[in-house]
């Protein structure tokens, strides 16, 4: 998974940056790419089609990567018929945060709200998949890799010292 916040071209130009980015990410089993992109920012996650899982609606750009279920009964029939993209999307709408405590299994997942201007990064309890991230001029840069945050032109590739 990978893509950024705050940062932003025409949606084609985004399209073009996080496109690049999850090549890094299929280079080694050519899994297949699910891209979205907005006004603000972009997403995308590269694995098999029962891994990746992405959404749009107007400025709301959601992404799942891995196995995510949900603990209501109701939600996990909306992921079942609806997407699990879709139905993270929606009940972030409806409940903010708390949408959280109903997820379990193995994920990374991101949430890109450009009309409220806000990005939620998210992994499961164990950390089963890693997703990394830098701040840099206003915007928030991720993915599950650092060959990834490298290829965006707002990271710097050097580790900062207060990270150790």
Known sequence: ???????????????????????????????SIEALSGGKGALAVAANSESAHVYQKGGLLAAVWGQVGFKDARLAHLARTEGVAKTLAE???DKGAPVFADLSGAFSLCILDEGAGEAVLAIDRMGTRPLSYQISNESLIFGSSADVLALHPLTRAEIDPQGL
């Open 91 to 93: 009940g972030w709408m």
């Open 1 to 31: 998974m990978c893509g950024w916040f705050g940062y932003g071209a025409a949606a084609a130009d985004n399209r073009q940056l996080v496109d690049r980015m999850a090549g890094a990410l299929a280079r080694f089993d050519a899994s």
